[in-house]
């Protein structure tokens, strides 16, 4: 996890060309020719002379995070390669920095973690953090805690329309949250989350409906059908 300047380092790019899974990406996704980092940053670079950014790491994140020119192939590449780097384990702050994250003036690690404990941006980066990279906690006291988030999302939506029938997560986290869960209707304003991801826990679930109570939002075990089928 970084500040958005970090692509510019040598070592991200020594470390992301590297990654046969990135390359494929840079392949396939941006039909780059050679596939690597440098050639997938240089219509950016190009991009930030002709508008005059200054030529070090920091000027360019500030440019990267919040002057790329809108609805053009600058933003949308930029977009893919957050997307290539984020399925390989590196995470870049569309935001820029982790303060412009937490939206702090200052930094200090009292501040950040007050204002962790908001809702916000910090959200996304915490949610693909306990997806990719927590493997030495209580994974599945984990799960338990990002269903449950994601069964209060869809509740909230809820609130427009009682019986609205929702087939995926909703909200800032959700293509996160899509690939924890998959999200089916089975009665009228009453849903079922089921476990796809991680593949231990697959098969896990709970149904819900807008009023069950946080203490009823409990995992259970995979049901006989689920496990015949696997």
Not at 25 to 48: E, F, K
Not at 66 to 89: C, F
């Amino acid at each position: 996890m970084a500040d958005l300047d970090a692509c510019f380092a040598p070592e991200v790019k020594r470390a992301m060309d590297a990654i046969p899974a990135v390359v494929e990406g840079y392949r396939t996704v941006l039909a780059l020719d050679p596939p690597n980092t440098s050639t997938a940053l240089h219509p950016l670079v190009t991009a930030m002379g002709s508008a005059g950014v200054k030529n070090d790491e920091k000027s360019r994140g500030t440019w990267l995070a919040s002057q790329v020119p809108s609805g053009t192939g600058n933003e949308v590449r930029k977009e893919k390669l957050l997307s290539i780097w984020r399925d390989a384990g590196l995470w870049l702050h569309p935001q820029g920095t982790l303060e412009q994250v937490l939206s702090l003036n200052t930094k200090g690690a009292g501040q950040a973690a007050k204002a962790a404990q908001e809702s916000g941006p910090i959200d996304a980066v915490s949610g693909w953090c306990a997806y990719r990279l927590d493997l030495m906690g209580d994974v599945f006291a984990l799960l338990e805690a990002a269903v449950e988030k994601i069964a209060h999302s869809l509740m909230e939506a809820q609130r427009l329309d009682s019986l609205a029938e929702l087939r995926s997560p909703v909200g800032p986290t959700a293509k996160n949250d899509a690939r924890i869960v998959r999200v089916d209707p089975v009665s009228p304003g009453r849903h079922r989350l089921t476990v796809v991801a991680p593949q231990e826990f697959s098969g896990h679930w709970l149904e819900f409906s807008r009023d069950t109570p946080s203490s009823a939002l409990i995992l259970n075990p995979p049901e006989a059908q689920d496990v015949d089928t696997k």
